[in-house]
């Protein structure tokens, strides 16, 4: 995971901030009130992320084999879609790169929350519609259908994730 630098700095200098103004009056073995601690749910989205990428990508490894293995197509296409429906309450919490997280979702995800539903839900339908026809055997449907999901990926990171690939 590729994280910048920017963000790095500014975890530690909020959180240098932090400490030195809570120095005087807390004692050594309690944490500052104040200091950012990074949320649970920060690691639980991330981990949904890179566990939907690895769905993904075991997908497109199918689809590059002469037979693929459509249940298994099948069944990624269904972990996607659970996961697709965690995406919304991973980000109640204001969590952006702006806020000085360790992390690449942009402040656009609670600045446009309808945009943002909209395109979970999009995972939604191409992750459903993807397990359903892998189960019709057409290889070239379902790699259709696979791009169309990619997508719905590629939708969603252009507009609310940060792009450290620039
Ligand atoms: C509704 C928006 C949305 C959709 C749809 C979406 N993503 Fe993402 N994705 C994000 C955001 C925002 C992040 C950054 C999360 C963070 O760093 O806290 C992210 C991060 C990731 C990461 C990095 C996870 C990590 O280790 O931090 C991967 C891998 C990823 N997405 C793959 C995918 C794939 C593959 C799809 C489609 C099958 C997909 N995403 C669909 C918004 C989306």
Redesign the pocket.
């Known amino acids: ?1 590729v994280r910048t630098l920017a963000t790095r700095l500014a975890v530690v200098a909020t959180l240098a901030g932090a400490l030195a103004a809570c120095a005087s009056e807390t004692p050594a073995d309690e944490a500052p009130a104040d200091a950012i601690a990074e949320p649970a749910v ?1 690691k639980e ?3 949904n ?2 566990s ?6 075991a997908v497109r490894g199918e689809l590059e084999k002469d037979t693929p293995d459509f249940g298994l197509i099948a069944a990624s296409a269904n972990d ?1 879609n659970a996961r ?1 429906g965690n ?1 919304e309450r ?2 109640v919490e204001r ?1 952006s ?1 702006d806020d000085g ?6 402040a656009t ?1 609670w600045e446009k929350p309808v945009e ?1 539903k909209a ?2 839900q ?2 939604l339908d191409e ?1 459903a519609d993807l397990a359903a026809v892998a189960a019709s055997g057409d290889k070239a449907a379902v790699g259709a259908q696979a791009m169309a ?2 997508g ?2 590629k ?3 252009d ?4 792009d450290d690939e620039k």
């Open positions: 995971m920060l989205r991330q981990d992320f890179e939907i990428g690895d769905a993904f990508k996607i697709a995406i991973h980000f969590t790169i997280f360790d992390t690449e979702a942009l995800v943002f395109a979970a999009k995972l992750s999901m990619g719905a990926c939708d969603c990171h507009q609310f994730r940060l």
